[in-house]
């Protein structure tokens, strides 16, 4: 009886923590990847467990008409849907049009290349986990390149315009970490505001120095659970070093978000779950949790509102 008393607590007590959470980073259905959990679905998963918002990710898409679609006619869900778009080859690579078209209906995001970005196919040749690349079912990508010679690349620079002119966040999907200095960088002169760094922990090639170097510039620190956590197919590293990762960057520049809707693994909202649960095995108290899951994520995309709302309801 203690310990069912004690999971029962522990289980209050990580809802109150994900009271008005935000996942910045999802990826839902429809997809041309297998995909186990629909927007809409998700947002009813995500309502029910009191969230505040969530952004949709495809790597194919720009998912802003869908989430004005459930805004429209699901006024009842108190999580909200946000999307943006991710520069690869089915929206024309670095595209200055598709970066309008989702700045004008509402994106949240802009994520430079995933699966087509130079560095995502090099580290594909030998990656520790398959990826559900829409490469399986449709010609296989075509690089991107984002800096040639040590420059970031006029094109680039256009999409950075755009960026800073409509307050939208820049994240640095699969792009090398040493590209992510350089537009970085050349998106602070440009104006941009909001920046975020995409799981260092894999694919891009950071140490622990480039995360605390990028978090000192002002850029918040996305870490994906998928990756940390047991019984993830995902999972690369050991749970403590998302410990490692947050003293580097700071609880104030870190941002938690699943990486999850895959078919084949848990629940996005499961894997916000057992995250919480190894932040506070790895020591964190609630309100820096807090703070990572939700607050955070709000200052970084402009979602204060949308966490207010629900503390305050």
Request: overall charge negative; proline content about 4%.
């Amino acid at each position: 009886m203690p310990d069912t008393v004690t999971d029962e607590a522990l289980e209050q007590r990580i809802s109150r923590i994900l009271r008005g959470a935000i996942d910045p980073h999802v990826h839902s259905g429809p997809s041309i990847a297998a995909r186990a959990v629909d927007h809409l679905e998700l947002a009813q998963d995500y309502s029910r467990a009191g969230f505040a918002a969530a952004i949709t990710k495809d790597h194919d898409y720009s998912g802003v008409m869908t989430a004005a679609l459930i805004a429209r006619h699901h006024p009842e869900l108190t999580t909200k849907i946000y999307s943006g778009v991710t520069l690869n080859n089915v929206v024309g690579g670095i595209n200055p049009y598709a970066v309008e078209h989702t700045a004008a209906m509402g994106g949240r995001i802009v994520f430079l290349p995933t699966l087509a970005a130079e560095n995502h196919l090099r580290w594909e040749k030998n990656a520790s986990f398959a990826h559900p690349a829409s490469t399986q079912r449709m010609r296989h990508a075509s690089p991107v390149p984002v800096v040639t010679d040590g420059r970031v690349r006029d094109e680039v620079k256009e999409v950075l315009d755009i960026v800073a002119r409509n307050d939208m966040a820049l994240a640095s999907g699969h792009i090398h970490v040493g590209e992510t200095w350089l537009i970085f960088e050349e998106a602070q002169r440009r104006g941009v505001k909001r920046l975020v760094f995409t799981h260092p922990e894999e694919i891009v090639g950071a140490s622990l120095n480039d995360v605390r170097g990028i978090a000192a510039m002002g850029a918040f620190v996305e870490h994906s659970l998928c990756m940390f956590l047991e019984g993830s197919k995902f999972k690369v590293c050991e749970g403590e070093a998302l410990g490692r990762h947050i003293e580097a960057a700071g609880v104030g520049q870190t941002i938690l978000c699943s990486d999850l809707g895959q078919v084949g693994a848990f629940s996005p909202l499961e894997g916000f779950r057992r995250g919480v649960r190894l932040c506070l095995e790895l020591g964190y108290d609630d309100d820096q949790i807090h703070r990572m899951v939700s607050t955070n994520a709000a200052r970084a995309f402009g979602l204060e509102a949308d966490v207010a709302r629900v503390l305050g309801a």
